[in-house]
Every structure is written in C-alpha cells, then in structure tokens.
C-alpha cells in the first residue's frame, strides 16, 4: 500500500486560508469517504482535526475544514493562526483492513 | 474521559527484545479496536497493525508483518507491541491509538483514528 501523496510544505500569513491537498487512488481516498486529517505539533502526539471527510471533532475550530474531489482530500485551514504552526497528516482507509497515511505537510505560518 | 497511556521510553541494544504497552481508561476497552502507528525520526506516521481487545483479531501491514507481535488483554484493558529481535532500523516513535472500525452488510471499514497514547520511543543503538 502506497503512502498518500502530500506537499511537503505550505505556509501563509495571520489571517490568509491555506489549503493542504492529499492525492491517493480510487482504492483508497477516491474510494471511501474515511479520509481523516491529524495535526502534530513538534514532539507530541497526532490529534484528529477532521475525519470522515468533512466532519469536525467538537473542540475544533471551524476554521478547519476538510473536501475531497476524486482521489484528492484537502484541508483548508481559514484565518490562520501563529497556533496552526505544526505538521498536518492525512488517511484514508484502503481496503482490505488497510489504513494508509500520507507523508505529511509541514504548514509554516509566516 | 477517554486516555490511552503508553509505557516509557526504553533504549535497548540490537538483537534484544522488547515488549511496550498501551493502556486504556475512560472507555469500554475491548469494544475498540487499537491501532499502532510508527514514526520514524523525522519522518511521517505509518500504520503497523490493529487489534480487537475483545476477540485478539489482529491485522497487520504488510509492511511489518511477522516483525512484530500485536496482543491484547482484556482483562486490565492493556494493548502491546512487541519485538522478538530488535534492529536498529526499528528506532522510532510508537504511538497506540483508538481506532473506529464500522461494519455493514458483512464488509468492515476502517472509519478513523479518534484517541492517541502519548507514544513510546524505542532506541535500538549498540
């Protein structure tokens, strides 16, 4: 199982949205909607930021929002905050009992 | 309050072995699939296997499988991951997490990821 495609990096100044895309295949992102986004601050653990797509954990803002086109998830994160400075990953369910992430994408908030 | 808490840190010597732990609070232990993901330092997350506390039903990646040993115990609602011979490849971070698994029509999905442990960092150096 292939690792889902990220950008490595993305940034954007206080106040802009940035948008973090994760391109798999149809056996996974295109094919299920269980695409879930984690954000990781540097030496702590992942936390889920949006899941099944679209939807947002209670305690998220709603700055954070989540799309899918295809085999393409993203992750727009409006207003940006010095606080969204982390690392932000992607999954999806693949298949077969298969979970499968993407790389990663390091979000700098300029 | 749902809490998954891992065991600490170890540094172990190549060829050894080596079992950590994950244990659950707060929730209905063997009602939730537990997942372990590995991060590499520097690098991104990746997914090693599941577990159903309930039943021991255990998955793995194709990636890891027969490296390592995915167990649980109901009984004190406590998950491990366990390696018979260490390598120093298998330095990294270890993280346990609730994983929510969604069954219909006798097809299950894996949903997503809802808790994670604080993770365990294994150092494998001689």
């Known amino acids: 199982q292939s690792a889902l495609t990220q950008p490595p990096s993305a940034s954007g100044s206080p106040g802009q949205s940035v948008t973090i895309s994760c391109t798999g295949t149809?056996?996974?992102?295109?094919?299920?909607?269980?695409v879930s986004w984690y954000q990781q601050h540097p030496g702590k653990a992942p936390k889920v930021m949006i899941y099944?797509?679209?939807k947002r954990p209670s305690g998220v803002p709603d700055r954070f929002s989540g799309s899918k086109s295809g085999n393409t998830a993203s992750l727009t994160v409006s207003g940006l905050q010095a606080e969204d400075e982390a690392d932000y990953y992607c999954?999806?369910?693949?298949?077969?009992?298969?979970?499968?992430f993407g790389g990663g994408t390091k979000l700098t908030v300029l | 309050e749902v809490q998954l808490v891992q065991s600490g840190a170890e540094v172990k010597k190549p060829g050894e072995s080596l079992k950590i732990s994950c244990k659950g609070s707060?929730?209905?232990?063997?009602?939730?699939?537990i997942a372990w993901v590995r991060q590499m330092p520097g690098k991104g997350l990746e997914w090693m296997g599941l577990?159903?506390?309930?039943?021991?039903?255990?998955r793995y990646s194709p990636s890891v499988q027969g490296q390592v040993t995915i167990s649980a115990d109901k009984s004190i609602n406590t998950a491990y991951l366990q390696w018979g011979s260490l390598k120093a490849s298998d330095t990294a971070m270890y993280y346990c997490?609730?994983?929510?698994?969604?069954?219909?029509?006798?097809?299950?999905?894996?949903?997503?990821?809802?808790?994670w442990g604080q993770g365990t960092l294994v150092t494998v150096s001689s």
């Open positions: 577990i159903s506390p309930g039943d021991s039903d255990t």
């Open positions: 997490a609730r994983l929510l698994r969604y069954c219909s029509g006798g097809t299950c999905y894996l949903k997503q990821i809802d808790y």
């Open positions: 099944e797509v679209i």
């Open positions: 149809s056996s996974d992102v295109g094919g299920y909607n269980y």
């Open positions: 707060g929730y209905s232990f063997p009602t939730y699939w």
């Open positions: 999954s999806s369910y693949g298949g077969n009992n298969n979970l499968v």
